[in-house]
């Protein structure tokens, strides 16, 4: 059975001084983050997360970094965490979807140091991000080994299910 998708997107201010965060109901600050519907490619997956959340026009993303829990999801089959970088946005960009957002959540742009709690593949994502780096970051459990992850025995499959992705959720398989 293939793992669960899931969607992590990756918005900044200008120069990456602060990303937008929402706040679930356990009281947690996150990225917005969305599961993926069957059928849905990662790009529209992202394309829907900044459209609900901070009501912008798609925008083509590339890929930060990729988690892969291997017992984790509804069925026990996993999770591939996918996060997203969704772009910049001027200073005044982001003041203006603060008072329009049409999410109900509590919202705010965090500093980096209020992503200190993050999850690691959030924080190996803000590495990416910051670096500027144009390879992927591959998480195994959350831990960030692209040399291990590509070695070990589901490290292949790992990355066959990133290159399509598309495919995994009700889509034909062969």
Do not use: Y
């Amino acid at each position: 059975m293939a793992p669960h998708l899931e969607v992590h997107v990756l918005v900044a201010t200008e120069q990456m001084r602060r990303g937008f965060q929402l706040q679930g109901p356990d009281g947690r600050w996150a990225l917005p983050h969305t599961p993926v519907r069957d059928g849905e490619s990662i790009a529209d997956a992202t394309a829907r997360i900044i459209r609900s959340t901070l009501d912008l026009p798609a925008r083509r993303a590339r890929v930060l970094c990729v988690d892969h829990a291997p017992r984790g999801g509804p069925d026990q089959s996993g999770v591939l965490t996918f996060v997203m970088d969704g772009g910049t946005l001027t200073d005044d960009l982001a003041e203006r979807v603060m008072r329009h957002t049409p999410t109900p959540a509590p919202r705010r742009w965090a500093t980096l140091d209020e992503f200190r709690d993050a999850t690691p593949v959030v924080h190996q994502a803000l590495v990416m991000r910051l670096t500027d780096r144009l390879t992927v970051a591959v998480l195994t459990n959350g831990v960030s080994d692209v040399e291990r992850a590509t070695a070990c025995a589901d490290g292949p499959i790992l990355l066959d299910q990133f290159r399509s992705a598309k495919n995994l959720n009700g889509q034909a398989r062969s």
